[in-house]
């Protein structure tokens, strides 16, 4: 889910003002989330070659 105030006009009273704060750290952690999870990702592919790596090794060593 994301939250886009798209091109509302700037926040008049204190409580719009303080939403619209809150939206913005919200964006941001998402944005956050997304890159974590694709350094996640990335690593999970790097750890599954290994796994498989050393599957084939110890598949030829007879055991």
Known sequence: MTLSPGNAAEPVNPQEQQ????VKELQGQQDQIVRNQAKIDA??????EAVRIARIYSSRGGN
Not at 43 to 48: C, D, E, F, Y
């Open 19 to 22: 939403l619209a704060a809150i």
């Open 43 to 48: 690593k999970l592919v790097t750890i599954a």
